[in-house]
């Protein structure tokens, strides 16, 4: 793993600041996906930004009649929330499906979103395979 700093964001406003201020940056929250990509140095990041200190992690219902899901909620809340298995079903079914009990506790929404694909070429550092 190469080196790398580190801090923690307070407000998002300080986080997306962070993000600016500091060219080749990277979130992290559960860091489920990232981190490993480090260990393997297909990722090295100058700098993490860690937002698991941020208000993110709520359901909420808006007055449109959907969902609000911060971006720090967990896969297992997102998956278990009794409104997501009522409402939707496919979203709650599919987070079961694509990950571990273990993964679901630490990963959050948000890092689904911004994970690389998992696809095991992209995870090879071999560039003579990475060109074909």
Known sequence: MKPFTYERATTPA????????????????GG????????????APQHLIDVNGLALDKIEPTP??????????SNTDLASDERIRRD????????VAGAS?????KASTAGNLLQ?????????????LQQT
């Open 64 to 73: 449109e009649g959907g969902v609000r899901i911060g971006a720090l909620v």
């Open 116 to 128: 690389r694909t998992r696809c095991p070429y992209f995870y090879d550092t071999n560039p003579t």
């Open 14 to 29: 300080n986080a997306a600041a962070a993000a600016v201020r500091t060219p080749g940056a990277k979130f992290i929250a």
């Open 101 to 105: 009990g273990q993964l679901r506790n």
């Open 88 to 95: 939707y079903g496919v979203v709650s079914r599919a987070i």
């Open 32 to 43: 489920t996906n990232l981190l490993d990509l480090m260990k393997l140095e297909i990722e």
